[in-house]
């Protein structure tokens, strides 16, 4: 169909953290890039008020838009996620941030991370090695779950505080 148009990642080369999120939405799909619709830009929000000095590179494990905006299929994760983890690798960011859990399980199914693991409050992050480097994680909500919950939004904050002492 003439809907597959492929949305890359944005920010500079070599971030010190990348935000990877599930799959672009309507507003994605429009403008070509990740974290432009509502929820992206209360993201965008928290990790300027997070962290002001860090250079961050935004993608999504699925690169085009899943019709409807549903969940992408486990089969949809699978076939783009060796294209995510040659992202994270040729950018060597300082630290992964995973929102919502679409990416964390993308990445942590592969490692064979339970999700419990990623969601403890303590500064074991759990880390993944993609050939000779190794990237800790850290999980957060999404932030459409935030656009309604005021609480996860200063959970995201935290969060993102979180990953800049990795840095």
């Not at 949809?76 to 983890?85: D, G, M």
């Not at 960011?93 to 969601?119: E, Q, R």
């Amino acid at each position: 169909s003439g809907n597959l148009k492929f949305i890359p990642g944005d920010g500079p080369d070599h971030p010190e953290v990348i935000i990877i999120g599930e799959a672009p939405g309507k507003d994605e799909h429009e403008k070509g890039l990740p974290f432009v619709g509502r929820s992206g830009k209360l993201l965008r929000k928290l990790v300027k008020e997070a962290l002001p000095d860090v250079a961050v590179y935004y993608t999504n494990v699925v690169k085009v838009r899943p019709e409807n905006n549903r969940t992408p299929t486990d089969e949809e994760i699978k076939s783009w996620r060796p294209l995510l983890l040659r992202e994270i690798f040729s950018r060597t960011p300082a630290v992964i941030v995973t929102v919502g859990a679409v990416p964390a399980k993308a990445i942590l199914d592969k490692y064979d991370i339970k999700m419990s693991d990623i969601i403890l409050e303590n500064d074991a992050l759990p880390t993944i090695q993609i050939e000779y480097h190794k990237y800790p994680i850290v999980n957060t909500y999404h932030p459409a779950y935030a656009l309604r919950n005021s609480e996860a939004s200063s959970q995201i904050l935290k969060d993102l505080i979180r990953a800049k002492t990795k840095i």
